[in-house]
């Protein structure tokens, strides 16, 4: 081995010492410091780490026995995943400002327990999402199956992408359920894997608690999925989000008009009632064309923005 000489080791002591220099004097000059607030941040993003489950957790009133391991790893794999999935559980968390006070409405008059609402989130994270298998809207509906249950699913209107109406399909389908399994859980997990495939496995494993039946990977993890969503949607600082009630998506402000006749232009429609195009399909996603072909003896309601629904200067930043 070489050994190097003392001007060699010297060079490198004086190219050291003036990288370290000029460090110092940019830090002090643009002020690269280090605040508190940064630190925890830091701390937040790049000191990964486990979140305590509670010691009690429900499901629509339904205990999870978490004295079980398989159901503490299961939510708590749920819980990491959201957690850490930063980004995408962000915006679920600023959507279900907007949307939750919706769906809440709908189950409370349907009896549903209010709980059912995070499994929207579960489906397609509050949003108009389309499956690879087709399945459409914030309650994921195939085309077959909203047609069977009377929704009108064509190329002018698709009532999957209306929230309220694909609520009310979700609704319909969770009280079938409970009045078979006369169980909530069960009945939530039926509208992920299907009453079929779920009697199945009842009928094989002797089993009719879904934390004792052993499911496909998507309906084993759903309503652990569901649960960790509540968990953060209802504390998200306690999981690392911090996020000020100015920062949540606000609820639309609109008003209802009824159409039960031909519309020829939806841009000529929104322009009558001062607004456009592009707000008059924000709110109702469920017209599919620029124009409406109603059925016959069908009225629909057509959410109109109020005044002043797009600006956010009024609202309120509360920590």
């Keep these: 081995m070489v050994k190097p000489n003392r001007k060699t080791i010297l060079t490198a002591s004086i190219l050291v010492s003036t990288i370290i220099i000029i460090f110092l004097i940019a830090q002090s000059f643009y002020g690269f410091t280090t605040t508190p607030s940064e630190k925890i941040l830091q701390d937040t993003f790049y000191l990964n780490k486990p979140y305590k489950l509670p010691d009690n957790v429900t499901f629509a009133g339904e205990k999870m026995p978490l004295d079980n391991f398989d159901t503490r790893e299961s939510l708590e794999r749920e819980l990491l995943t959201s957690a850490y999935r930063h980004s995408s559980t962000m915006l679920i968390i600023k959507k279900a400002n907007r949307y939750l006070p919706v769906i809440e409405k709908i189950l409370k008059k349907n009896d549903i327990p209010d709980d059912f609402k995070y499994l929207a989130a579960a489906e397609s994270e509050y949003s108009n999402m389309i499956s690879p298998a087709g399945a459409t809207g914030f309650w994921q509906i195939m085309q077959e199956t909203g047609k069977e249950e009377g929704m009108e699913i064509n190329s002018v209107v698709d009532e999957r992408y209306d929230v309220e109406r694909s609520t009310q399909f979700a609704c319909d389908y969770f009280k079938k359920s409970y009045e078979k399994y006369g169980n909530w859980t069960l009945a939530a997990a039926s509208y992920n894997g299907g009453r079929a495939a ?15 039946l052993l499911l496909s990977e998507e309906t084993a993890r759903y309503i652990f999925r569901a649960i960790a969503y509540k968990l953060i949607i209802s504390d998200p600082a306690k999981y690392g989000f911090n996020i000020t009630k100015k920062e949540l998506y606000p609820e639309l402000k609109y008003y209802e008009v009824k159409v039960d006749t031909a519309v020829s ?7 009558h009632f001062g607004t456009n195009y592009k707000l008059l399909k924000f709110l109702n996603p469920w017209l599919r064309k620029p124009y409406l072909t109603p059925q016959s003896n069908k009225a629909y309601l057509l959410k109109i923005p109020e005044e002043g629904m797009r600006s956010t200067e009024k609202s309120e930043d509360v920590n």
């Design 198 to 212: 779920l009697e199945e496995q009842i009928e094989i494993q002797h089993q009719n608690n879904y934390y004792d």
């Design 265 to 271: 232009s939806f841009s000529d429609f929104a322009e």
